[in-house]
């Protein structure tokens, strides 16, 4: 069957989000339907909420008139077939963004059976029920963990990817390669590839946000809950790394800048976004097809291209809250490198994409949202 055709308004075109409930997830429901998208949601809430998709519908309810009515919401795993052959069959699916996967490194290591059959297998499904309705287009969340420790800084897309030092990592490595080689079987395929840097903040309205169970894993979601009092004491995870104040350096992206991000990407598979000829993967990368979209396998790197410290992030967020954040520094955590930062030159020059907010922006936004949100979406 051949693949549904992108090239079409926003209005025409139907985009099912996997894992739509859930921090970057929630984030890109918001833009896709500011930006005129019909957008189906499935996700099985496993760690996510459902009342994040009602106050999605509440920004855009008040963002543009109906908005609200083009956002369907299925409670559903992706590994279940039967329940993604149901949701295809329901909905005109035009191309498919998918968030839906575990995501902590950590468990990664101790669960890597869960974490490889939920997503490996689940992205399998996916893409198995999604050729048989003639859906070929997929933009897939991937992470700058596929480069491993960085053979150089900025990282560009043509950086050579290292072998994941957990189950985590080697499923979104492994994801890609899979994507890819879907393209190489039948070149009807049009997959994106996004490497996230590390996504950070909250919508501006305050209303939606990170909302991760239990102790956070990541830096930000620890330091706005020691911010609103929940947790004693931010542990700084290594002091003597080779940087300029011995902390780890990350690139911190706003998570408005990561999900309009997807936007772009969907518009370049439509052909409606950049000209000339795309860089890397040679003639996989995003040839154009005859209806005027793409085919191929374009790779993005999705960050700011500015590199924060630990203590530099700390201090941002004081600036946010208003009040000092403790903090200890504690050694080294295993699997961590020193520092990374995106080169973003592709992305800006062929999805027509940058990020456009600081630090200190993504930090008063976190806040906004934690301090109105204290128990996350469980206060409700
Ligand atoms: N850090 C602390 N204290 C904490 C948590 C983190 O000092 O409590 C430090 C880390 O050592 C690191 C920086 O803060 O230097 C950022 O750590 P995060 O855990 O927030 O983010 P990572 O860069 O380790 O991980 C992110 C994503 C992963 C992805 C990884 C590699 O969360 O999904 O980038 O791309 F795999």
Sequence with gaps: MSNKSLARPHEETTILVTGGAGFIGSHTVVELLENGYNVVVVDDLSNSHAEALERVRAITNTAEGAARDRLVFHEENILDREAMQRIFAAHPIDAIIHFA?????????????????NNIAGTLVLCEVAREHGCKNIVFSSSATVYGEPEFIPITEDCPKHEATNPYGQTKSMLERILSDLYIGDDEWNVVLLRYFNPIGAHASGTIGEDPEGIPNNLLPYVAQVAVGKLAEVGVFGDDYPTPDGTGVRDYIHVVDLA?????????????????????????????????????????????????????????????????????????????????????????????????????????????????????YKGA
């Design 101 to 117: 996967g575990f995501k902590a490194v950590g468990e990664s290591v101790q669960k890597p059976l869960e974490y490889y059959w």
């Design 260 to 376: 309009r991000g997807h936007v772009a990407a969907l518009d370049w598979m439509g052909g409606k976004r950049g000209s000339g000829e795309p860089r890397g993967l040679g003639s996989m990368a995003g040839r154009p097809a005859e209806d005027g979209t793409r085919r191929g396998v374009g790779i993005f790197n999705l960050g700011t291209g500015k590199g924060s410290s630990v203590l530099e992030v700390i201090r941002a967020f004081e600036a946010a809250c208003g009040h000092p954040i403790p903090y200890a520094v504690k050694p080294r955590r295993a699997g961590d490198i020193a520092e990374n930062y995106a080169a973003c030159d592709k992305a800006r020059e062929e999805l027509g994409w940058q990020a456009e907010y600081d630090l200190a922006r993504m930090c008063e936004d976190a806040w906004r949202w934690q301090s109105s949100n204290p128990n996350g």
